[in-house]
């Protein structure tokens, strides 16, 4: 197991009267792409802000690279970040925005802003007031500055907030990139499920500034794929049954279980064939769902609580 | 008079030296710490900047520490590539197993008619042909992978192990009333290879167009300064071309088609082992690969 | 700390108009001195009683040097507020650099620059008036910079105010119309208080004394130590107030 690159234990923030997060435990492990789903004003903002020092937490305690607080302040070179929206000086074009904070930084080596322009594809708004330039350009200027001091660990905002649908697939590329390659974590934060599923690898479900569930990718899916799980004596002597009856895409997964991905299988028939066949079934069970019914199902539960 | 001028001259030169000593000192103590921290906790972060004396030496280690990462990403890389090979490995390995067992026991169990049994028999069969295939294709690739010995290098004329290649899949292209096409351009390509090894690559080629193509194969020999050799073909899946020579990468599941999926990686080991090199372009329904040698000019 | 001055070192350099403007109009004050010499120029406040004395020119010129209260606005205003006003401040206090360790350094910022450009230009008035001007038109170096040097706590503290106002404020706007408002308001509250019988004395002696145009032109005019030491007093107990506070509020304060 990975160790926790950030960890956060009853982090709680109450602006007055009002709990806008309320014991948020959550840990994320270096390599993670950690996903925070939840509704506009679940709190995902919130808990990155008061990570990063922008927003002054009420109570609870938040560890980064396993070092409390007080020794962390001296680490928070490692962590790169895009809170809200983008800002930087409108005066200055892009290069010298880049350049400015490559100062404040202490990066030497110049040569990095060229390759962040690059690798991010603004390279050709190099020379362009910050001002002048479109929403798709600001964020991915934000997202450059969130790595261009060679980050350990990055926490975005929205990222793909703006950004056309090549765009967010040039996005989810980079990631990846930089997550396998370079083993940086991310935590990503979104209302678009989609694209977060296609990245992530676990997820954190908030809503109302309570922690709904921490879950894995593995766990996610086996709840939302769409498929019928059979519980049978013996999986291999069902497999030529499966076959017979044409189904072409299914999944032996232990002794006794096996899954058929078909969107709309012949249950009855596979049953008939499977007991003419001499098995004994012992259950059936219709497995998936899509990740917005996921979602709602359960921020409703939790509410019925 | 003039003496006090001099001490005092003096006094503040040794004052700033010190000073400027002492700047350093505290610069290379912070580096140290830096260093320490980059080394401990496996960062990915670079050393900053902490004074114009050290900037050099930062500058230099920084270009080192960008070195080391990246020969880690690269091993991260290879590692999960590997991992990844595994596990699709024994997942593609114990779908076919058990139902080939499962085909086993019905044939003893059944009273089935002999015609049917042989027809179930040719099933299994086929079956364990396909694992066959997978465990030595996996075998070949390591052993490309590992060893280090040059393949012996003969003066070859692409032309003849081309045609053999096709020839060995003509019969299975025209069940399926498709046909290859072999078209020549330039003078006769003659290049310094090994015909085995040459001979596998074209039939990997030729054999993925088979399995994942539906429609012709037009080959092309391009003679001109560099020999490159194209296959064309359409096809109605949707490879990840960035991903086909992954190790096993497929476009469809392998349950289905039967593929490794490691007959293009293995073309592409095999094709930089003879010092050429592979490409593919995709558009629209058309994919091509595109092999590329440099030429033994007849004479040389 | 050195970083981040040495980054908006860089900033002022890129965002020259505004720096143009503050050193055009610094040259103007200047030149206006240099050029047309036994001319009062702008004179605002309440000269204590008649200690004019036996000065040169360039005294005058430095006990005129209200106008830097405006013109010290503007580096602030560079430095300082176009980081609310873009919000900026983000990207930095959530990166390396401590809240603390941010207002401290644009404040030393501000002061350099502030302070910095104010004795450059007094002394190279100083220089230029001796050689343009010739005999009679110039004090002896030391008077000078004594005189120069007298309005330095007071500078240091209208910077330190300053700063805090911008850390304060935040919006280029409201910090634009409390400090250019205020000499006039505190002018306007003075006048209003001398029409009172029962304010007058108070309003003369304590508050117009030490009103801000007044220290301007006294300190370098009055020969009064008593009265100087209190002006530095004050000035003291400002600077502190301003950093102090500065940086609780700044710490305590969210940052978005």
Redesign the interface.
């Known amino acids: 197991m990975q160790e926790a690159v950030l960890k956060t234990v009853n982090l709680t923030k109450k602006y007055g009267k009002s709990t806008v997060l309320d014991s948020v435990n959550l840990t994320v492990r270096k390599g993670d792409i950690y996903g925070i789903i939840g509704k506009n004003g679940a709190g995902k903002t919130t808990i990155m ?1 008061s990570i ?5 937490k009420t109570s609870g305690e938040i560890e980064l ?1 396993g070092k409390s607080e007080n020794e962390s ?2 680490l ?4 790169g ?1 895009l ?2 929206e983008p ?6 074009t892009v290069y ?1 925005n880049l ?3 490559c ?7 110049l040569s990095v802003i060229d390759r962040m322009l690059r690798e991010l594809g603004i390279e050709d708004a190099k020379n362009k007031k910050y001002r002048k330039c479109s929403l798709g350009m600001k964020q991915r200027l934000g997202i450059a ?1 969130s790595l261009l ?4 660990l990055v926490i975005l905002d929205e990222p793909i907030n703006g950004l056309d649908p090549i765009g967010i697939s040039d996005m989810r590329s980079l990631f990846k990139r930089y997550n ?5 974590t991310f935590v990503i934060s979104s209302h678009i499920l989609s694209e977060l599923y296609t990245v992530s690898n676990r997820f954190l479900f908030i809503d109302k500034g309570k922690v709904i569930k921490e879950i894995t990718k593995e766990e996610l899916d086996f709840n939302c794929r769409l498929g019928t799980a059979f519980g049978v004596s013996d ?7 499966i ?1 017979n009856a044409g189904i ?2 299914y ?2 997964v232990s002794r006794n279980d096996l899954y058929v991905y078909d969107e709309k299988p012949d249950i009855t028939g596979i049953v008939k064939n499977l007991i003419d ?2 098995l004994s079934i012992y259950g059936i069970e219709k497995t998936g769902m899509t990740l917005e019914e996921y979602f709602k199902d359960m921020v409703e539960e939790d509410s019925h609580d | 008079m003039i003496e006090y001028i001099i001490i005092s001259v003096l006094t503040l030169i040794s004052i700033v030296v010190l000073i400027l000593y002492l700047f350093q000192r505290y610069e290379i103590r912070k580096l140290k710490r830096e260093l320490s921290e980059i080394r401990g ?6 050393l ?3 004074g114009k004396s050290t ?1 050099q030496l ?2 230099e280690i ?1 270009l080192m520490l960008s070195e080391l ?1 990246e020969i ?3 091993y ?2 290879r590692d ?1 590539s590997f991992k990844r090979m595994l596990t699709n490995f024994s997942h593609d390995l ?2 076919p197993l ?2 080939s ?3 086993i ?2 044939l003893q ?1 059944s009273n089935m008619p002999e015609d049917e049994k042989e027809r ?1 028999l040719e099933i299994v069969e086929k079956r364990l042909c396909r694992l066959e295939e997978l465990i030595n294709s996996c075998f070949e690739l390591s052993k490309i992978v590992s060893s280090d010995k040059m393949p012996e290098l003969n003066d070859l004329s692409l032309a003849s192990v081309l045609e053999e290649s096709v020839a060995h899949y003509y019969d299975d292209f025209s069940d399926k009333s498709r046909k290859i096409s072999l078209a020549f351009e330039g003078s006769k390509a003659v290049l310094l290879s090994n015909r085995d090894i040459l001979m596998r690559i074209f039939d990997n080629l030729i054999g993925n167009a088979y399995k994942h193509g539906n429609s012709d194969l037009n080959i092309t020999v391009k003679n001109n300064g560099g020999i490159s050799v194209i296959l064309e073909n359409e096809t109605d899946e949707k490879p990840d071309v960035q991903h086909l020579f992954d190790e096993f990468y497929t476009a469809d ?1 392998s ?2 088609k039967g593929n490794s999926g490691l007959g293009l990686v293995i073309a592409k080991e095999f094709t930089e082992l003879l010092g050429g090199n592979i490409s593919v372009q995709y558009e629209g329904r058309k994919i091509a690969f595109i092999l590329s040698f440099e030429s033994k000019l007849p004479g040389c | 700390m050195i ?2 001055m ?2 908006d070192l ?2 002022l350099r ?2 020259w108009i505004l720096m143009g403007i503050f050193f055009v109009l610094l040259i103007f004050t200047v030149a206006d001195s240099l050029f047309f010499p036994s001319t009062r120029s702008l004179s605002l406040g309440v000269p204590t009683s008649a200690e004019e004395g036996n000065w040169a020119e360039d005294i005058y010129q430095v006990s005129n040097d209200l106008l830097y209260y405006y013109f010290f606005l503007i580096p602030v205003f560079a430095i300082v507020v ?1 980081d609310f006003g ?3 401040l ?10 603390s360790v941010f207002f401290l350094a644009k404040y030393f910022m501000a002061i350099v620059v502030d302070i910095g450009s104010y004795l450059f230009f007094s002394f190279a008035y100083y220089f230029l008036n001796r050689i343009m001007n010739g005999e009679g038109h110039y004090s002896s170096l030391s008077d000078y910079s004594g005189a120069v040097f007298t309005h330095i706590p007071l500078m240091i503290a209208l910077v330190s105010a300053f700063v805090f106002l911008a850390f304060l404020l935040k919006s280029g706007a409201a910090f634009n119309s409390v400090t250019l408002v205020w000499p006039i308001a505190s002018s306007l509250i003075i006048s209003i208080l001398m029409d009172f019988e029962s304010t007058y004395d108070f309003a003369v002696e304590k508050l117009a004394k030490y009103d801000i145009s007044s220290m301007f032109i006294n300190l370098t005019l009055s020969q009064d130590t008593d009265y100087r030491n209190i002006c530095w007093i004050v000035c003291a107990v400002v600077t502190v107030v301003s950093v102090a506070g500065g940086l609780l509020i700044f710490n ?1 304060r ?3």
């Open positions: 802000k990063l020092g922008l927003a002054n690279f302040g001296a928070r070179h490692r962590i970040s809170i809200e800002v930087f000086y409108r005066t200055m010298d350049k400015y904070y100062y404040l930084k202490g990066i030497s080596d500055l001091d060679s980050p350990d396998e390659d370079k083993e940086v999986t291999a002597a069902a497999a030529p049954v076959e072409k895409d999944r032996i066949a001499g | 906790e496996a960062s990915n972060s670079l900053h900047f902490q900037e930062v500058n920084n990462h880690r990403a690269a991260r890389k999960r114990r779908t058990t139902s067992l499962g085909y026991q019905l169990k179930e599941s349950r289905s | 970083k981040l040495k980054a860089f900033r890129k965002s176009r873009d919000k900026t983000k990207n930095t206090v959530s990166g390396p650099v401590s809240k305590k969210e940052a978005s």
